[in-house]
C-alpha cells in the first residue's frame, strides 16, 4: 500500500481510545503500513475506566480487572431493581491497562511511531484523484499521508449532556457496597439542572468508584460536579476516604451536528466521528468493532473506514427517548426505573449494547409510559425536534 511521495500510509491524529485501538491493532498486522500517530500527551494517567457486558471470555479478557454478575438500579425511595442476565458480566477495564498494552504493541512494531507533544493543527488537500495526499500540520512539522483518521476531540451540541466526576476511594473501613453488585443509577432525582443519580462500582472491601452524575440540557461544570460529588460521598459517610484517583467528563448524547466535512482521504472516529451511543453514552466496545474494521480494511489495502451510520430503528428510538428526556426532564427517573422494571434484564442490556431485536423495542416502547413519548412522533417542528436529527 505504500506511496513513496508519502511520509506515512496512515497519520491517526489522537492516541486515545480510538486511536490506540487502531494502531495496536495495525501494529500487529501481517501487512505492515507506514502509521505515524500525532499526540499531544507525553504520558499517560489513569483517567478513565470503560465498562461494558460482555460474556466471560472475549479478546480482551486478561485486560478486564473487575466484573460483576448483577446491577442495580433505583430511584429516590422506594426498593432498588435488581438485574442479572445469565452469562453476560458488567466489565471493567482501567484505562491505565488499557493505555499500556497498546503502547506495548506499538513499541514492537517498527513502521508505527507515536509522535508524543505533538499538536495536530490542519488538514490540507494535496492534488487530486488516485494519488492525492493529505498533509498533516502539527505544531512539529508536517507530515504527507496517504491517509488520515482523525480522532481529536471537538465541541457537539447535543440534545442531552451526560456530565459525571468521579473519585477511586480507598476507606480504612469497610466500604457500604455489596461487591457482587454494580450500581449503575442508584438515588436517581431531579432539581433544577435535571436528573441526577449515583454510580457505583465496588472495586474491593474497602475501595470503590463513586461518580455523581446528571443528565442535563447543558453541560455542567466540572467544578459544580466535584462539590456534589463531595456532598454524596458525605451522605454516605465516606468523606475520610482516601482519593486514590479520579476521572470524569461530559458526553455529549444526541449530538445534533452532522460530522465536519473533512478533506478526501480523511476520516473522523472515536467521539468526534460518532462513536459514542446516543442514548446511553456508552462508546468503548464500539470504538472497539471499528477499529477492527478500520484495521481490516487498511490491511487489505483499502482506505480507513469510519463509523458505521446507526442502523434507522436504533436511531429512532434513541431520539424520541432522548427528546421525551429533553422535553421533560423531571420525569426522566420515572422513564429509567420502568424500563429497570417492566424490561427483562437481558432485553434491556441488548437495547444498551447495541443488539436489541424487535422484541426488544417492543418492549421498551410497552415499558415507557405513553403519552410522553406519543408527544414526540407527533410532527409540530418544535426547537427540540429541530435540533435533534441525529
Ligand atoms: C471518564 C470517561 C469514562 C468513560 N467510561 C466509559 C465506559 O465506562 N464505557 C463506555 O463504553 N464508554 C465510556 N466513555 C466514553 C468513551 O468510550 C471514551 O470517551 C473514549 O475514551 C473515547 O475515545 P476517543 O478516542 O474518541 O477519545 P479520547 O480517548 O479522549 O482520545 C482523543 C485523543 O485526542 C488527543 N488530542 C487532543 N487534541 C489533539 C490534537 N490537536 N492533535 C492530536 N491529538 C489530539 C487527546 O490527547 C486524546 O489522546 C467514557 C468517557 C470518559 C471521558
Given at each position: 500500500m ?7 500510509d ?7 481510545c ?6 495496536a ?5 501481517s ?7 500525532i499526540e499531544?500527551?507525553t504520558?499517560?494517567?489513569d ?5 461494558f ?23 429516590a425511595?422506594g ?12 466489565q471493567?477495564?482501567?484505562g ?10 506499538i513499541?514492537?512494531?517498527p513502521d508505527v511511531?507515536?509522535r508524543?507533544?505533538?499538536h495536530?493543527?490542519?488538514l ?5 484523484g488516485?494519488?492525492a ?29 451526560q456530565?459525571f466526576?468521579?473519585v477511586?476511594?480507598?476507606s480504612?473501613?469497610l ?5 457482587g453488585?454494580?450500581?449503575?443509577m ?6 433544577s439542572t435535571?436528573?441526577h ?26 467544578a459544580t460536579?466535584?462539590?456534589?460529588l463531595?456532598?454524596?460521598?458525605g ?21 445534533t ?10 476520516v ?6 460518532g ?17 477492527r474494521?478500520?484495521a481490516?480494511?487498511l490491511?487489505?489495502?483499502?482506505p ?9 430503528l436504533?436511531r429512532s ?16 427517573p420515572?422513564y429509567?426505573?420502568a424500563?429497570a422494571?417492566?424490561?427483562?434484564p ?6 444498551l ?20 413519548f406519543?408527544?414526540?412522533?407527533v410532527?409540530?417542528?418544535?426547537a427540540v ?6
Open positions: 505504500s506511496s513513496s511521495a508519502a511520509d506515512a496512515l497519520v491517526i491524529l489522537g492516541a486515545g480510538a486511536g490506540l485501538s487502531l494502531a491493532r495495525l501494529a500487529r498486522s501487512n505492515p503500513l507506514r502509521v505515524e500517530i499531544p500527551r504520558g499517560y494517567d483517567d478513565r475506566s470503560w465498562c457486558w460482555r460474556p466471560d471470555r472475549h479478546d480482551l479478557t486478561d485486560l478486564v480487572s473487575h466484573s460483576w454478575d448483577s446491577w442495580r438500579f433505583s430511584g425511595r426498593p432498588a431493581l435488581h438485574h442479572r442476565v445469565a452469562g453476560l458480566s458488567y471493567y477495564l482501567r491505565s491497562d488499557f493505555y499500556r498494552r497498546a503502547l506495548q504493541r513499541g514492537g512494531a511511531r507515536i508524543s507533544g505533538a495536530a493543527t490542519e490540507v488537500p494535496v492534488g487530486d488516485p494519488g495526499l493529505v498533509r498533516v500540520e502539527t505544531d512539529r512539522g508536517s507530515i504527507l499521508a496517504r491517509h488520515v483518521v482523525d480522532t481529536r476531540p471537538r465541541a457537539m451540541p447535543a440534545a442531552i449532556y456530565s466526576s468521579g477511586e476511594i480507598e480504612e473501613h466500604l457500604p457496597f455489596d461487591q453488585e454494580a450500581g449503575l442508584d438515588a436517581m432525582a431531579t432539581d435535571g436528573m443519580f449515583r454510580y457505583t462500582l465496588p472495586l474491593g472491601p474497602t475501595r470503590a468508584l463513586v461518580e455523581w452524575t446528571r443528565f442535563s440540557v447543558a453541560p455542567v461544570p466540572a460536579l466535584a462539590d456534589e463531595a456532598g454524596e460521598l451522605r454516605l459517610g465516606l468523606d475520610g476516604a482516601r482519593v486514590v484517583r479520579r476521572e470524569g467528563g461530559v458526553l455529549p448524547m444526541g449530538t451536528v452532522a460530522l465536519p466535512a473533512v478533506p478526501p482521504g480523511v473522523v472516529a472515536g467521539n468526534s466521528g462513536a459514542l451511543r446516543a442514548a446511553s453514552g456508552y462508546g468503548f466496545l464500539r470504538i472497539q468493532a471499528w477499529a474494521a478500520c481490516d480494511r490491511e487489505r489495502g483499502g480507513p473506514v469510519g463509523h458505521p451510520a446507526e442502523p434507522w436504533r428510538m434513541d431520539r424520541i427517548f432522548l427528546q421525551a428526556v429533553r422535553a421533560d426532564l423531571d420525569r426522566t420515572e429509567f426505573l424500563l422494571r417492566r424490561m427483562p437481558a432485553g434491556l442490556v441488548r437495547f449494547s447495541d443488539a436489541a431485536r424487535l422484541g426488544d423495542y417492543a418492549g421498551l416502547i410497552a415499558s415507557l409510559p405513553t403519552a410522553p406519543l408527544r414526540q412522533l410532527p409540530s417542528g418544535t425536534r429541530e435540533l435533534v436529527r441525529a
